[in-house]
């Protein structure tokens, strides 16, 4: 089942990489009373996510805040220790970019937004999605309808949408 406008952000927990320790977070409390956008990538360092798809939220993100964006997430389903290289290797870190590690794809399974392509070792990876929440509750939702493409969830596609 795909998650739609108007639907509650599912419920889970989600891993990151701070301070050279691992932190895990609940859903519920990145959301909670903040106008927040989560994008989905199929995983780090594979080209277009970092050689594209990341440098165009980047560029962004000061956008993204003047339009009232209170945070930024990336949501990709590989382990938290690959998941913190790339953050930091990809300059996301140091511009405010939190990218989050789904391990096991749990949550873009919940949402309707998982893949996979075995011949590639992607197992329940990521679409390339965005979703624009407000305190929780799905705004707007981009998908791609292509792998290998970043035109719909480009982070200047996003700026546009937003209000």
């Known amino acids: 089942m795909s998650i739609k406008v108007g639907d509650k952000f599912p419920q889970g927990i989600l891993a990151f990489y701070e301070s050279k320790s691992l932190k895990t977070i609940q859903i519920d409390e990145i959301l909670r009373n903040k106008r ?3 994008f989905g990538l199929p995983g780090a360092f594979t080209p277009t996510c970092s050689q ?8 962004q993100i000061t956008n993204y805040k003047e339009k009232g964006i209170d945070d930024i997430f990336c949501l990709v389903v590989n382990d938290i220790y690959v998941t913190s290289i790339w953050a ?16 096991s794809g749990a949550l873009v399974k919940k949402i309707g937004m998982s893949f996979n392509a075995p011949a590639i070792g992607f197992l329940d990876r990521s679409v390339r999605f965005c979703v624009l929440l407000n305190n929780g509750i799905v705004e707007q939702i981009l998908k791609e ?3 290998g493409s970043c035109d719909i969830t480009s982070g200047e596609n996003i700026l546009a949408l937003l209000k």
Not at 52 to 59: A, F, K, M
């Open 52 to 59: 594209y798809h990341i440098p165009s939220i980047i560029n």
């Open 88 to 103: 930091e290797q990809t300059g996301a870190t140091q511009a405010g970019l939190t990218i989050l590690s789904d391990p």
């Open 145 to 147: 309808n292509s792998t």
């Open 36 to 38: 927040v956008i989560i």
